[in-house]
Nanobody, 116 residues
Framework: QLQLVESGGGLVQPGGSLRLSCTAS???????IGWFRQAPGKEREGVSC????????NFADSVKGRFTISRDNAKNTVYLQMNSLKPEDTAVYYC??????????WGQGTQVIVSS
């Protein structure tokens, strides 16, 4: 069964850090990966993405300078390092794997709560 599993979420104080992981049960070599989040009562929004090679990354304006994205294709894992977290970063975070010509895959999400 092909699946993505997110992990690393939790409760953190404002200003703190978390590292989310997105691990696939299949090879991610040819997949671009996106991180999305959805806060209660809000639409899902894109946070960051990384190309299959890792050479290109993009970030939403709201997280630029605070979040970084990286990948380890040998481990079939993509990471989202989140620093200087703010209460407005509270959401369920999802990863999405896309590859031209094939279906995409979503994980089940991991909850991030930023609160004092």
């Amino acid at each position: 069964q092909l699946q993505l599993v997110e992990s690393g979420g939790g409760l953190v104080q404002p200003g703190g850090s978390l590292r989310l992981s997105c691990t696939a049960s299949f090879t991610l070599d040819y997949y671009a990966i996106g991180w999305f989040r959805q806060a209660p009562g809000k639409e899902r929004e894109g946070v960051s993405c990384i190309s299959s090679s890792g050479g290109t990354t993009n970030f939403a304006d709201s997280v630029k300078g605070r979040f970084t994205i990286s990948r380890d294709n040998a481990k079939n894992t993509v990471y989202l390092q989140m620093n200087s977290l703010k209460p407005e970063d509270t959401a369920v975070y999802y990863c999405n794997a896309v590859r031209w010509g094939t279906r995409d895959y979503w994980g089940q999400g991991t909850q991030v709560i930023v609160s004092s």
